[in-house]
């Protein structure tokens, strides 16, 4: 980034975020917004404990919001709508930030980023101690931009597949993180070439998906519109 730029670590419960703003009213909007959506989140799943654990696509409330966003980028991607926690938050969160005022709103959340910025915007690539994580990354230029990453290896989400990573590229993080999810679930196999052929032609079979970048056993595989791709000190 080129500006001068206030950034922050936020913590709540499973929710781990980092939040970068150019105005102080931003980290505190986005730190709201989190702690609202999430208890709102929590209170509708007490009644629906349904939607923490179905694998599959369930109808989309009208409210809470959070909860309405996350089944309808599940629907899309056609996984359960937890697959997208992190991304609808990160993008709510966001929202916020730009109701307030602010020229750049970055939101990454458990690796999920939101971002809405007048400048550029550098992240890495982290997929646990495989060989090339956190050694490249993209510059993200364009926005708003979704960015989210799945892994079969190293990540506490749940995956059936068995890629390094998968990172897809969306307008925002809620369909990204579900895409993602989907495209990782089916990323595996002896066959590598076919294993990331698999992902990528799952990925566009997902509306909304722009670019998707596939690690599998060592290779990696590209589709669609990618950011800039950089170099990343460890």
């Known amino acids: 980034m080129t500006k001068n730029l206030l950034k922050q670590t936020f913590n709540l419960k499973e929710t781990q975020c980092t939040i970068i703003s150019d105005r102080q009213e931003g980290i505190a909007a986005a730190i709201e917004s989190i702690k609202r959506n999430r208890a709102e989140l929590e209170n509708y799943t007490k009644t629906k404990p349904k939607f923490l654990h179905s694998l599959e696509p369930i109808p989309a409330p009208d409210k809470p919001?959070?909860?309405?966003?996350?089944?309808?980028a599940a629907e899309k991607a056609e996984v359960g709508p937890m697959a997208a926690v992190a991304g609808v938050i990160a993008d709510l969160a966001v929202e916020e930030m730009v109701r307030v005022g602010c020229e750049v709103a970055v939101v990454e959340d458990g690796g999920e980023i939101s971002a809405q910025s007048n400048v550029p915007v550098d992240v890495a690539v982290a997929a646990g101690e495989e060989p090339l994580s956190k050694r490249f990354g993209f510059r993200l230029t364009e926005f708003p931009i979704g960015v989210a990453t799945s892994s079969g290896r190293f990540s506490h989400a749940l995956s059936f597949g068995d890629a390094e990573a998968v990172t897809v590229f969306c307008k925002n993080a809620g369909l990204a993180d579900a895409a993602a999810t989907a495209v990782g679930n089916v990323v595996q196999g002896e066959d590598v070439e076919a294993a990331i052929q698999a992902g990528i032609?799952?990925?566009?079979?997902?509306?909304?998906?722009?670019?998707?970048l596939i690690m599998y056993k060592g290779q990696v595989g590209t589709a669609g519109k990618i950011p800039q791709m950089i170099k990343v000190d460890p």
């Open 65 to 72: 919001l959070v909860a309405n966003l996350m089944a309808l």
């Open 201 to 212: 032609s799952r990925a566009f079979s997902i509306e909304g998906v722009e670019g998707v």
